[in-house]
């Protein structure tokens, strides 16, 4: 059972406008959550993160929303930038239980 | 700061031999986790450690695969024997603090290929 998923394989936008990235979850123990980046040939690196109680994140162009109830948590990237291209994998736990799960990922392709 | 360094970057192998791959934690980092990243599993905890200890290995496939942690700078997860499924990226990361609400830090992966 897949307790992360990410139901986009692909996403492709035109540099300047807004990227939006989704994630639904089924365990509703998840209380925290984050994204991370991956480029090529390299390990993901963290993004931006957001406590279940909290229903925004912001940092710079990005910006994290959560929906408990609907166990629903999407990114936002604006304005978009042909750097951003890359793998988004969406990530749950419990606080403090060390372990987090995966989505599959969504590759991001920022047209010039 | 170095970051996660896992050595080797690349290994290729023939069936049935033994790989061992090695991570480097993030100094003052006390959690190690060893990650496989494939197209049919997405990326999936092997094992984790807390302060050198194993806490949650459920993810190991099968006897074949082991890990260790001798000391807080220095993991190694070793594959004996290797199978052709078992190619695969393996990553290592580390945490602060049995991660709490901080991020992990991941290698760049080893690229495991076994023939």
């Known amino acids: 059972d897949q307790q992360v998923k990410q139901n986009s394989p692909s996403l492709s936008v035109q540099e300047g406008r807004i990227s939006i990235l989704n994630c639904d979850y089924t365990n509703s123990m998840f209380d925290y959550f984050l994204w991370y980046k991956k480029y090529p040939a390299e390990g993901p690196t963290f993004l931006i993160s957001?406590?279940?109680?909290?229903d925004k994140n912001e940092d710079g162009r990005f910006t994290v929303f959560l929906n408990k109830s609907a166990k629903h948590l999407s990114l936002h990237i604006v304005p978009s930038q042909p750097g951003d291209s890359a793998v988004y994998f969406c990530?749950?736990?419990?606080?403090?239980?060390?372990?987090?799960?995966f989505g599959d990922g969504t590759t991001l392709t920022v047209k010039p | 700061d170095a970051g996660v360094i896992q050595s080797p970057r690349h290994e290729v192998t023939e069936m049935g031999q033994e790989v061992t791959l090695r991570c480097k934690p993030i100094?003052?980092?006390?959690?190690l986790f060893w990650y496989r990243q494939t197209m049919m599993r997405g990326l999936e905890l092997l094992i984790y450690f807390n302060n050198n200890v194993p806490i949650d290995d459920s993810g190991m496939p099968e006897d074949r695969f082991s890990a260790k942690m001798p000391n807080a700078s220095f993991s190694t997860l070793k594959i004996q024997p290797s199978e052709p499924r078992d190619s695969a990226v393996y990553f290592c990361a580390s945490s602060l603090a049995g991660g709490g609400t901080g991020p992990l830090h991941f290698g760049n992966g080893t690229r495991l290929t076994v023939t």
């Open positions: 957001i406590s279940s109680i909290k």
């Open positions: 990530a749950a736990r419990y606080t403090n239980a060390g372990k987090s799960t």
């Open positions: 100094s003052g980092h006390n959690s």
